[in-house]
Nanobody, 118 residues
C-alpha cells in the first residue's frame, strides 16, 4: 500500500525559509518515477489549493502566489519530493500536503503544518 509522509513543517518568521519533504513507501522505483507529484495546502474553511507540481519528466508548475519563492524538486531514487519555500509570508500559513498521482490513481499524505509569524 502506497503511503506518503510529509515532514519539514514548523514555525518560522516572515521572510524565513522551510524545506518540506515527502517520502513515499510501498511503491517501487519504476512506478514512482512515472508519476507526477504535487504539493497542496489548505487553511481551515478553505478549499485545498495546488501550490506546485512536478511531472515525471521534471516539468514544474507553480501557483501565482508562490511563483519565484518556491521550488519543487524530486528524487526518484529516494522516492521523494521536496518543496523549498523562501521569503515566507504569513499568508503561506497552512497545512501542506503532498500528492502522488498518475495511472488513474492518487495518494495523499497526512500533511505538515507550516506557520509563518509576522
Amino acid at each position: 500500500q502506497v503511503q506518503l509522509v510529509e515532514s519539514g513543517g514548523g514555525l518560522v518568521q516572515a521572510g524565513g525559509s522551510l524545506r518540506l519533504s515527502c517520502a513515499a513507501s510501498g511503491i517501487i522505483f519504476s512506478a514512482f518515477s512515472i508519476r507526477a507529484m504535487d504539493w497542496y495546502r489548505q487553511v481551515p474553511g478553505k478549499q485545498r489549493e495546488l501550490v506546485a507540481g512536478i511531472t515525471s519528466g521534471g516539468s514544474t508548475n507553480y501557483a501565482d502566489s508562490v511563483k519565484g519563492r518556491c521550488t519543487i524538486s524530486r528524487d526518484n531514487a529516494k522516492r521523494a519530493v521536496y518543496l523549498q519555500m523562501n521569503s515566507l509570508k504569513p499568508e503561506d500559513t497552512a497545512v501542506y500536503y503532498c500528492k502522488l498521482r498518475g495511472l488513474g490513481d492518487a495518494y495523499w499524505g497526512q500533511g505538515t503544518q507550516v506557520t509563518v509569524s509576522s
